[in-house]
């Protein structure tokens, strides 16, 4: 018997099951000309793929991509994604999620950007009209049957630059009709359409900026009378270059809008699926979570502003967090790495931003602002992205990962893991406003030392990328995290005796070290490229920054023994308070008087102290300006002090020459 040959769309539909909607029902997308698209596996193909992840190419005709991360592109409703297709015609198209059937929905010479509604049953986007202008367009993709556009507006908007498009937003349900609003924009006037064409009131949005062209605009999920918004420069703008600020208004009472960050920058943000939360990087690449709304739908402000909070992301991909979305059922982010050393990877990272996930190389070279990747979730098991990897911009779609993270490991302290700061004598005691060195495991998601952003004027973090240190019961300040050590400066309150520390991360909290606290542990800076030959000298300067050593004791270092009259500076941590009371945590801005008699001896001559106490514009070290006294010159004249009356416990040489 012959083997029957079965028609092609059987064997497709034998190959791969129908979509099912949400509710579980067969999709059924309504039917465009087919577009000659040929799918292929390309995880081989690239820099780097996380492991069991897949990722197919799902365009390779004409050039192709997925617009933003956080504008959906895929219709549960239907079972197909959208993306736009440039080439001849400028076309909107669908496919299935693994890009067979791709189609042609919509007619020629279409905007660059295509969204899907909340609902998934349309497919939107800016379309033109027989007579060339522009307007908004939607098809009903969802229906089965042939697609057919929807002319929503009758703007028969010519593009002028900027904008060269229409500015358009994501969309929601409008509750009096149950059915699609959508935001839109052909200059600074806020518009909106529902899904059968009905126009609802124009309005002018009373931010101080609200002359300028709006640059982006997106409607919230579920409330839709809150937008988030973004306007150009002002004119002339040739580029389009946008505004830093974000600003957020309940179009019920549209005069009155907020600042969502006041005067720091923010961009690229994207709504939480519950509506209630907005994140957004800065212009270092990290990413922030504010909260904007109860769950009510009124706004949340504390003292008229939105509170955020820094979420990451961690080592690799520190200050690399672009164009960051939530999963659909809010597990994670994903977002993008831009300014990743080469294959501006996506990736996923915990809510807590303690963890990512790598998924995949895109290899894009960003030639193009098309090529630029965007990473979006399509549902919970795929994502798209657009990549001009092969020289044009073609659509992938990523699956074979989930959203969940191991939990991590909570942090500990090594046994004899707390000590004051190595390069100032490394003791097992400490003291208040002094600075020290805890080492252990899992102290941190990502290695750093404090930036200006850390620091709110001249008070120093107490948390840096959530990890926090607790001395007897006082937060503590950070200079410097890791995985396996943190430096810390002790809190002045910290009381003397035997006294806890612990270290806290999203995992967890230490089990406490118990350490003495003296009311002074002083040790002077001797750092270990200071010891010649097994002879550790003191780390004193000339005013000038040279280092006083015998010459030539370090291979490349200028340096010179000092001669008796000459003025060195030493340096330490640990001495105890000064006059007036400057406290831990805090830059020094004026001069002061150390507290406890000082001494400082070379040999058994005591010198001449010209300064002692905290250096200006530093946070918990000492200075000591000192005049050498006259004595018989040596290359490793001894060097020692004291504090009322106490020797210290370093052994440390200096180098004198007559």
């Known amino acids: ?7 092609l769309a059987l064997l497709a539909a034998l190959a791969l099951p129908a979509a099912k909607t949400a509710s579980g029902s067969t999709a059924s997308p309504c039917a465009g000309p087919s577009l000659p698209q040929t799918p292929a596996d390309v995880t081989s193909q690239l820099t780097q793929v996380g492991a069991g992840v897949t990722v197919l190419q799902v365009t390779n005709n004409q050039s192709n991509w997925n617009t933003y991360a956080d504008i959906p592109a895929f219709s549960a409703a239907a079972g197909v994604i959208t993306y736009s297709s440039f080439g001849s015609r400028n076309s909107v198209s669908t496919s299935n999620l693994d890009g067979t059937n791709a189609q042609t929905i919509s007619g020629s010479q279409q905007g660059t950007e295509s969204y899907v509604t909340v609902d998934g049953k349309f497919i ?8 060339q202008t522009a307007d908004l367009y939607a098809v009903p993709v969802s229906q089965a049957g042939s697609c057919r556009q929807i002319r929503l507006t009758n703007l028969n908007w010519i593009p002028v630059s900027p904008p060269s498009a229409l500015t358009i937003s994501t969309s929601s349900i409008d509750p009096g009709t149950g059915k699609n609003v959508i935001a839109y924009s052909e200059g600074a006037m806020l518009r909106r359409v529902l899904d059968d064409g009905t126009a609802l009131p124009d309005l002018v949005l009373g931010d101080p900026e609200n002359a300028n062209v709006l640059h982006r605009i997106r409607l919230n999920p579920k409330f839709p009378n809150i937008l988030w918004y973004k306007r150009d420069q002002p004119l002339p703008n040739p580029n389009g270059v946008a505004e830093p600020e974000i600003w957020l208004v309940n179009l019920n009472s549209p005069n009155t809008v907020y600042s969502l960050t006041g005067s720091v920058p923010a961009d690229h ?24 709304l ?3 739908g009124s706004f949340k402000l504390n003292n008229g502003a939105f509170t955020s909070r820094k979420i990451g992301p961690p080592a690799p991909f520190t200050s690399a967090a672009n164009y960051c979305v939530w999963a659909p059922d809010g597990s994670a982010f ?9 294959e501006s990877p996506v990736y996923l990272m915990s809510l807590d931003g303690s963890q990512t996930k790598y998924l995949a190389a895109t290899d894009s070279t960003a030639s193009t602002f098309d090529g630029i990747p965007k990473a979006g979730f399509l549902d919970m098991g795929h994502i798209i992205f657009s990549s001009d990897r092969t020289g044009t911009p073609q659509v992938y779609v990523v699956s074979g990962f989930t959203t969940t993270f191991t939990p991590p490991s909570p942090p500990s302290i090594n046994a004899g893991g707390v000590v004051s700061a190595s390069y100032f004598g490394r003791f097992s005691a400490i003291a208040p406003g002094s600075w020290i060195e805890i080492s252990g495991a899992n102290l941190a998601a990502d290695a750093r030392w404090w930036s200006t952003a850390d620091f709110n004027g001249i008070h120093a973090p107490t948390s840096l990328d959530k990890t926090t240190v607790t001395i007897a019961g006082q937060p503590a300040f950070l200079d410097y995290i890791s995985s396996g050590q943190v430096n810390a400066q002790v809190p002045s309150a910290a009381a003397t005796g035997p006294r806890q520390i612990t270290v806290t991360t999203p995992a967890g909290t230490s089990a406490p070290y118990t350490i003495t606290i003296n009311g002074e542990e002083p040790g002077l800076y001797a750092p270990p490229s200071f010891n010649i030959a097994g002879v550790q000298y003191v780390g004193a300067y000339f005013p000038d920054g040279t280092p006083v050593l015998p010459p030539g004791a370090i291979s490349g270092v200028v340096s010179r023994a000092a001669r008796p009259g000459d003025t060195v500076c030493l340096f330490g941590v640990g001495f105890g308070p000064v006059t007036p009371d400057l406290p831990a945590g805090v830059i020094v801005t004026q001069l002061n008087n150390l507290s406890l008699p000082f001494e400082v001896l070379f040999g058994a001559v005591p010198a001449q102290i010209a300064y002692a106490g905290l250096t200006p514009g530093f946070i918990g070290l000492y200075q000591f300006n000192v005049i050498v006294p006259a004595i018989p010159s040596g290359n490793a004249v001894p060097l020692s002090f004291l504090l009322n009356g106490a020797v210290g416990a370093q052994t440390l040489f200096t180098a004198v020459q007559n």
């Open 1 to 7: 018997m012959r083997p029957v040959t079965l028609p």
């Open 124 to 131: 939107y986007y800016q379309g033109q009209n027989p007579n």
């Open 269 to 292: 943000n994207a709504w939480s699926p519950d509506g209630t939360q907005i994140g957004y990087h800065d212009q270092t690449g990290v990413w922030y979570v504010a909260d904007v």
């Open 294 to 296: 109860n769950s009510d």
């Open 334 to 342: 994903l977002c993008t790495a831009g300014s990743y050393p080469r």
